[in-house]
């Protein structure tokens, strides 16, 4: 025993752990209040942490701003990429309806044109520089297309005539072709009972109001606004019935002798995507003399 007790350090090894271990349970007491060096070191600790995670929390916050502003950026391109996508197929679908009601007119006038053989075409080609004179249509000689035929869009409006025609594509020359050469024989449809036609020239095209231009109608014929005007057939190439216009307004000419008629278009010249090439069919004069001679061979 005495060499235990005269061992001071084995003593004060022991001593510290009690006292050690009475602080750990005094410590771990729920109900006691915080000494004061404890809360100086823990407000003191509190402080440290606080300066260190102000700096990551503000680095963090930097992270995850970045992080929301790409992925922002990501869903902003797929929505506007979405948004491309709906518009072409919004503009599809425009376009699909206006060539399901064109589709549709051309079937709605096979009455009007009962007389006469229809090739349906497609407008291939149109040029800058000529647009209001030629479209180019995907039929030719293959087809039976040959010059001087009429051509009428899907409404049954007149666009023209065939100029030039290949062997698998033609040239049609359009009403708004100013040019001198460019004549259709019209007549004007009199509302008025008992009151003929009144005949006169398609001979221009007023570009600025989108206007044809009729020439040399009787002045004394009296003709209304609304008035419908269409092709006479008095021609070789224009056959009779086909739609030209309504009337816009009537003027008398420079020299007072005749009437103007300006005619709104049935057909938009602007806009011609499918067309009707007309083969009139009309008695052929060989086939009228092979039976005149034959008549005279019968008699002799």
């Known amino acids: 025993m005495r060499s235990f007790f005269s061992n001071k350090k084995l003593i004060v090894l022991l001593v510290s752990i009690i006292i050690l271990m009475a602080l750990i349970g005094y410590t771990m007491r729920d109900d006691r209040n915080l000494s004061q060096p ?5 407000d003191a600790i509190g402080w440290v942490q606080n300066l260190v995670s102000a700096p990551a929390h503000f680095i963090g916050g930097i992270y995850e701003n970045v992080s929301e502003i790409i992925h922002v950026y990501d869903e902003n391109q797929l929505l506007r990429t979405r ?3 709906y518009a072409q197929l919004s503009v599809q679908k425009d376009l699909l309806d206006e060539e399901n009601e064109r589709l549709r007119g051309m079937l709605d006038i096979d009455e009007t044109l009962s007389d006469y053989s229809r090739i349906s075409a497609v407008v291939i080609n149109r040029s800058p520089d000529a647009w ?3 479209i180019g249509i995907n039929r030719g000689q293959r087809d ?3 010059g001087d035929m009429a051509v009428i869009d899907s409404q049954g409006g007149l666009v023209g005539k065939v100029t030039d025609a290949s062997k698998f594509t033609s040239f049609v020359q359009l009403l708004s072709d100013n040019d001198p050469t460019n004549l259709v024989s019209a007549q004007v449809l009199i509302e008025e009972e008992d009151e003929d036609p009144a005949m006169g020239f398609i001979e221009g095209y007023d570009v600025a109001e989108d206007l044809l231009i009729m020439r040399k109608v009787d002045i004394d014929v009296p003709i209304s606004e609304g008035e419908t005007v269409t092709t006479s057939g008095l021609g070789d190439v224009y056959p009779s019935g086909l ?4 009337v816009e307004r009537v003027e ?3 020299f007072g002798l005749s ?3 300006y005619i709104h278009p049935t057909a938009d010249f602007s806009k011609l995507d499918y067309v009707f090439v007309v083969q009139r069919h009309l008695p052929s004069m060989d086939s009228g003399e092979e ?3 034959d008549e005279e061979g019968e008699e002799e």
Request: proline share 0%; glycine share 12%.
């Open 38 to 42: 404890e809360q100086i070191m823990r």
């Open 83 to 85: 948004l491309e996508e």
């Open 132 to 134: 209001e004179q030629y």
């Open 144 to 146: 039976e297309v040959t």
């Open 243 to 246: 739609l030209i216009g309504e």
């Open 252 to 254: 008398v000419d420079e």
């Open 259 to 261: 009437q103007n008629i």
């Open 291 to 293: 039976g005149l001679g």
